[in-house]
């Protein structure tokens, strides 16, 4: 059983910046794809970033290009993403998640996903 623990959230003025935390336990962290989903009220919960077992290849969504960076700690089982620049439409509660059943690559789908951690609310004023 792999559990996953967000941290880092908080209310930020636009422009600002947060760093999340996502750390792991029940498994080989090193073995696992890493992805930070976000689900904003009303909306499906949608792709934010994605890396893979090494820290070697990253994804992003289109509209975090540039402000977001996704990093990966195997020696202390954490996965980070850095968000600068933000803005009010990055409100969300944003969601770590691990993927290993299907190989340690990064991903995009949820359904590719086989853990997900509970979430930690982003909010950002205008």
């Known amino acids: 059983q792999v559990q996953l623990v967000e941290s880092g959230g908080g209310l930020v003025q636009a422009g600002g910046s947060l760093r999340l935390s996502c750390v792991a336990s029940?498994?080989?962290?090193?073995?696992?794809?890493m992805g930070w989903f976000r689900q904003a009220p009303g909306k499906e919960r949608e792709f934010v970033s994605a890396?893979?077992?090494?820290?070697?290849?990253?994804i992003y969504r289109d509209s975090v290009k540039g402000r977001f960076t996704i990093s990966r700690d195997n020696a202390r089982n954490t996965v980070y993403l850095q968000m600068n620049s933000l803005k009010p439409e990055d409100t969300a509660v944003y969601y770590c998640?691990?993927?290993?059943?299907?190989?340690?690559?990064?991903?995009?789908?949820?359904?590719?996903?086989?853990?997900w951690g509970q979430g930690t609310q982003v909010t950002v004023s205008s």
């Open positions: 029940g498994r080989t962290f090193s073995r696992f794809a």
């Open positions: 890396i893979n077992w090494s820290g070697g290849s990253t």
């Open positions: 998640a691990a993927s290993w059943t299907r190989g340690a690559q990064a991903r995009t789908e949820r359904y590719e996903y086989d853990a």
